[in-house]
């Protein structure tokens, strides 16, 4: 649980006005590289033991998938009964990107979970955009949804969005002045400080351009691509004829032109297989979830660089999420309807509503 270590640095950090940014703990001497405001909420983490905190973040996540499942069914239109429920969270266990998630002790589901709450909620819910808000000021990249749902005509919710977000921002530059202003001035922009971007780790597509090219700085190489990516889906998951689907698109975009996204950022798999299984997609659901499985990004030889010297035939074992993601936008340009429900399991929801 690195991570968490981290966390607790960081809410120490604040609690006693020590130098957010300087320190490194861990034999992997890990910086903090999230926003002051986050280092604030991680304070309680200071009040614990390691070994409680770690006993309590691993029952915290263990219960946020169960959430997250609960989430990704609602935004599927198919809500589970508790036994399927318990299933589907023991199952979810074994993906990748969630058993790395509790093996580090991260937030991603916490932050997913925030962000799938408040965009599945009724049209027109109370107060909705203030969880996707809070969730951008925890980790930037949420952000991306911000601009989805302007895109979207549902300005009400971006518009609350944005004010929670700058409320989260303004409120660490009150408690961590310094913080704050190094954060957004200068941390921000430092994507080596989070980790090289060409380890197997990172499944953005500056991770897969890099090592494919073996150039750990691919420049234009990476930034006119994911340029071109984060357009491309944004406008299909403006045009999605579903919310539901524009909200996934969105979600691989933004692990997708992320500098930076570790596998473990990827728990957005679970809402994907459970729109696939409600859509009746079930080979595809299974061939994506034997991709978030595999790991076969571990199975390549990453020690010290020689990710940037892989063989072309073990490329894509070194990037499975970012191809897969590329894949789901492609099939979306091309009118493939990978998402949607296929005729008869249309017909049956149909026949099951009447």
């Known amino acids: 649980m690195a991570d968490l270590l981290v966390y607790r640095a960081e809410g120490a950090a604040a609690a006693h006005g020590g130098d957010l940014y300087g320190f490194t703990v861990t034999e992997w001497r890990l910086p903090a590289t999230y926003p002051p405001f986050a280092a604030i909420l991680f304070i309680p983490a200071t009040w614990l033991p390691v070994p409680v905190l770690k006993t309590a973040f691993l029952a915290g996540n263990a219960l946020l998938l169960g959430v997250l499942v609960v989430l990704s069914a609602r935004l599927a239109g198919r809500p589970l009964p508790m036994p399927w429920l318990c299933a589907a969270t023991a199952v979810a266990l074994w993906l990748e990107p969630v058993f790395q998630t509790l093996l580090f002790g991260q937030v991603n589901l916490a932050v997913t979970c925030l962000v799938l709450w408040d965009l599945t909620r009724s049209p027109g819910a109370r107060a909705q955009g203030l969880a996707l808000g809070?969730?951008?000021?925890?980790?930037?990249?949420?952000?991306?949804?911000?601009?989805?749902?302007?895109?979207?005509?549902?300005?009400?919710?971006?518009?609350?969005?944005?004010?929670?977000?700058?409320?989260?921002?303004?409120?660490?530059?009150?408690?961590?002045?310094?913080?704050?202003?190094?954060f957004w001035t200068r941390r921000l922009y430092e994507t080596g400080r989070v980790g090289k971007t060409w380890l197997v780790d990172n499944q953005s597509l500056r991770g897969l351009i890099a090592r494919a090219l073996g150039d750990p700085a691919p420049g234009l190489a990476w930034a006119l691509p994911a340029a071109a990516v984060g357009v491309t889906g944004l406008y299909l998951a403006t045009r999605a004829r579903q919310d539901g689907h524009g909200i996934l698109l969105t979600a691989f975009t933004a692990l997708l032109i992320s500098p930076i996204s570790w596998s473990h950022h990827w728990v957005w798999c679970v809402p994907l297989l459970a729109v696939l299984l409600a859509g009746g997609r079930r080979h595809l659901a299974a061939v994506t979830a034997a991709v978030f499985t595999a790991r076969t990004l571990w199975l390549v030889p990453h020690e010290g660089d020689r990710d940037l010297h892989l063989p072309w035939w073990e490329q894509p074992l070194a990037s499975p999420y970012p191809l897969l993601g590329l894949a789901l936008l492609v099939s979306a340009v091309a009118g493939h309807q990978v998402l949607a429900a296929q005729p008869s399991e249309r017909i049956s929801s149909a026949s099951t509503i009447r």
Do not use: D, N, W
Request: glycine fraction near 8%; avoid cysteine.
């Open 134 to 182: 809070l969730a951008a000021g925890i980790k930037i990249i949420p952000a991306v949804f911000i601009v989805h749902l302007f895109l979207r005509g549902r300005r009400r919710e971006a518009t609350t969005a944005t004010a929670a977000f700058t409320a989260t921002v303004l409120l660490g530059a009150l408690l961590l002045p310094s913080a704050s202003a190094g």
